[in-house]
T-cell receptor, first 112, second 114 residues
């Protein structure tokens, strides 16, 4: 298996622009997680899905952030409009039930 | 609610010396515990995990961690470190039973000095 796939690996955008991050989980995994990593706050869980259904989005910082999982093999995290404080590395992870989570390589987002 | 505390943000160690990275957690329910490693500019990789059974768990590259329920700890140890072990190490807790997200500690940067 190719592991969790994220795209793009790097994204540089200007404040106010829309940003869409993409994730393909490992085949057969039924849970998907979006995390954000910053120096100040460390790793934070933003939202997770179970069987394509959002279960807990309490970590989403504000309404500018939204996530979707239209099918078992694809998820997006969208920021609209983006702000400089959104600059971070965004990780997607997947798991089969309550087992360990497998992380993607991350998307490094820079908002200028 | 659960939380994870990694007291040391940075641990410098000489090559071939032993190391211990500390992790304490708090949770009102039974937990699964994990150590993840993050090499520079890479994602997180699972190093080892405790789900149940033996309280001492080992990884394939010489690390081990011991689950201590009374002290709510899951410290990571290695008897002899190598330059290649230089990385960020994250302790994480998961409340057993559901497919919930992990709660991570702030991470410990292990610096191996030649």
């Amino acid at each position: 298996d190719a592991g969790v796939i994220q795209s793009p690996r790097h994204e540089v955008t200007e404040m106010g622009q829309e940003v869409t991050l993409r994730c393909k989980p490992i085949s057969g995994h039924n849970s998907l997680f979006w995390y954000r990593q910053t120096m100040m706050r460390g790793l934070e869980l933003l939202i997770y899905f179970n069987n394509n259904v959002p279960i807990d989005d309490s970590g989403m910082p504000e309404d500018r952030f939204s996530a979707k999982m239209p099918n078992a093999s694809f998820s997006t995290l969208k920021i609209q409009p983006s702000e400089p404080r959104d600059s971070a590395v965004y990780f997607c992870a997947s798991s089969r039930g309550a087992n360990e989570q497998y992380f993607g390589p991350g998307t490094r987002l820079t908002v200028t | 609610a659960q939380s994870v505390t990694q007291l040391d943000s940075q641990v410098p160690v000489f090559e071939e010396a032993p190391v211990e990275l500390r992790c304490n957690y708090s949770s009102s329910v039974s937990v699964y515990l994990f150590w993840y490693v993050q090499y520079p500019n890479q994602g997180l990789q699972l190093l080892l995990k405790y789900l149940s059974g033996s309280t001492l768990v080992e990884s394939i590259n010489g690390f081990e961690a011991e689950f201590n329920k009374s002290q709510t700890s899951f410290h990571l140890r290695k008897p002899s470190v190598h330059i290649s072990d230089t990385a960020e190490y994250f302790c994480a807790v998961h409340s057993g039973g559901g497919a919930d997200g992990l709660t991570f500690g702030k991470g410990t940067h292990l610096i191996i000095q030649p």
